[in-house]
């Protein structure tokens, strides 16, 4: 009989708490007052998404056991004459920058 009385209780309490939720839904429809809350809740949800959107984007990680190769193949393949110029090519370009 306890438990009877527990699960009605439980019931009634329950269907008065959907009572007010419904009633408050009509107020905030009613008002218009939900609009910019929506508003902003989108917002950030949108942020979240571009945000692990670009964390997704980054390059993963490559196996220890794979063989190394330079990262960029032209930096390694750059011929022995051009270094032989040396200081006077790098300052020349330093200068047009300016």
């Known amino acids: 009989m306890d438990d009877l009385l527990g699960c009605l209780i439980l019931a009634a309490v329950l269907a008065v708490i959907m009572g007010a939720f419904a009633w408050l839904a ?3 429809r009613r008002r218009g007052v939900a609009g910019h809350a ?3 809740a989108l917002a950030s949800y949108e942020a ?3 945000i692990r959107t670009q964390a997704g984007r980054k390059l993963p990680l490559e196996s220890p056991d794979d063989p190394w190769h330079p990262a960029r193949p ?3 393949a750059r011929p022995a004459a051009r ?3 040396g200081p006077r ?3 020349r ?3 047009r920058r300016r």
């Open 83 to 85: 270094s032989a110029q």
């Open 74 to 76: 032209a930096l390694a």
């Open 38 to 40: 929506v508003a902003a």
């Open 26 to 28: 009509r107020v905030i």
């Open 89 to 91: 090519r790098w300052v």
């Open 93 to 95: 370009r330093l200068r």
């Open 48 to 50: 979240h998404q571009e």
